[in-house]
Each structure stands twice: as C-alpha cells, then as structure tokens.
C-alpha cells in the first residue's frame, strides 16, 4: 500500500512480486546508489536536450530569416533547392552524436526555463543572420558570379551552423569543460569537411576553389567567437535580472 500510496515507489532489486508490481520504478541492480545514477543521467539527458533545442531554434532562425530577407529585399535566392537538401544533410550528421555528448551534470534539480531558452537561441540566430549577410554583402563587392556567391555562402552556412552545436551544448564558453566528447567533433568536422569539398570542386554546385573556401572557413570561425560573446552577454544579463536582490 506504501508504494501504490507514494508519488514514486521504488522496489529494489530482490523485492517481492508483489513489491515489483505495486512500484513505479524497480531497480535491477543491489543498493540504492543506483537512484543516484538514475538522477545523474536524467540531468545528462535534460543537458542534451536543452542543448539541442537552443541549437535548432538557433539554426531555423538564421538559416529562415537570412533566406526570406534576401529573396524579398533584395530578389536573390542565396542557396538553390539542392543545397537546402544537402545542407539539411550535412546538419544532421553532427546533431545525432549530440546523444554521445558530454555535459554538466547539475547539482540541483533541472526544469525548463523557456524565456532563457528563447532568448539565447534568438541572439544567437539574429548573430547569424547578421554574419551572412556581412558575407553576401563582402561577395557581392568583389563581383562574383551569383552562383559562386550561392555555393559559398552555402559553405558558410554549413559550416556555421556545425560550429553553432559547439556554442550551444554549454552555457559557458565553448572552450571551457566539459570538452564535447570525439564522436561530436569527428562527425562535426567531417561532415564540414565534406561541403568544402563539394564546393570546392564544384559537385552539384558552382566551384569556387581552395582559396575562397579557406576563407570562408576563417569568416566563420572568427563570427564564432562573437557569437560565444553573444551568448555568454545573454545568459548573464537574464541571470542577473532574474537573481534575488
């Protein structure tokens, strides 16, 4: 009746049937060390979570808005049908190992906390829009043909938005521990590297050669920093708003 009566009951391992049948969670190993397991990888998978929401909205916001505002202010479609498939792709490659990630396990209890959420992942995400069209401005200075600019600004995209998922897993800065585990940046890297070849060569799109993509790699990776400075202003000023005075 104790276990039927409790908001959670817990059976042990070697409990009766009747034990076993009255609980909401069973344990299948001896001792009760195991509820502590049990609430550190609850936090773990909250972390991941959390940390690929912010990364998804993030990445809608940027790659939506910059789209939208060039076809209507200025007629230009910066990416074709093609590279929106391929960049889905690509994307996705990274963002399935974000369930092998390491993360922070907190010392107390975790919950959603929506407006930080929203807020954070919108700065970072209107940060992006902002770098691509410094970028589409930069091309369509130096005159390029326009599907040149399409395939490179593709190549930013790309690997921006991997570079985002570093940016996203902690509310700290990117460099700080826990360190993303090696299936998180393999398949980050590889999967960039994969665009730069195609762009590159010019597989399904315009090539543009190792020099501009080089470049391109370095644009985004200073616009990295920035946006970690973006993220790391926004979670201190919604934090210290919302401390006790």
């Not at 907190?106 to 992942?121: D, F, G, H, I, Y």
Request: proline fraction near 4%; include cysteine.
């Amino acid at each position: 009746p104790a276990l039927k009566k409790a908001d959670c009951g817990i059976a042990v391992s070697n409990a009766t049937d009747a034990a076993r049948a009255a609980a909401d969670l069973i344990l299948t190993a001896p001792g009760l060390g195991v509820i502590n397991e049990a609430v550190k990888q609850a936090r773990i998978t909250f972390e991941r979570m959390k940390s690929y929401a912010v990364y998804r909205i993030a990445e809608t916001i940027r790659v939506i808005l910059f789209m939208t505002a060039s076809i209507v202010l200025f007629n230009f479609y910066p990416v074709t049908t093609l590279m929106i498939i391929l960049l889905a792709l690509l994307n996705d490659i990274p963002i399935l190992t974000i369930a092998y990630d390491r993360t922070r396990v907190q010392k107390q209890p975790v919950r959603w906390n929506m407006a930080e959420l929203l807020t954070v992942s919108t700065m970072l995400g209107v940060a992006g829009v902002v770098a691509s069209f410094g970028l589409f401005y930069i091309l369509v200075e130096l005159k390029l043909p326009g599907s040149v600019i399409q395939s490179l600004i593709f190549l930013k995209l790309v690997v921006a938005g991997h570079a985002t998922i570093f940016l996203t897993r902690i509310d700290d800065w990117f460099w700080k521990r826990p360190f993303p585990s090696g299936l998180l940046v393999h398949a980050s890297f590889w999967s960039a590297a994969l665009a730069t070849l195609i762009v590159v060569y010019g597989v399904f799109v315009a090539p543009v050669g190792w020099r501009y993509a080089l470049w391109i790699w370095a644009y985004a990776l200073v616009w990295v920093v920035f946006n970690d400075m973006v993220k790391m202003w926004a979670y201190r000023l919604l934090r210290t708003a919302r401390a006790p005075a």
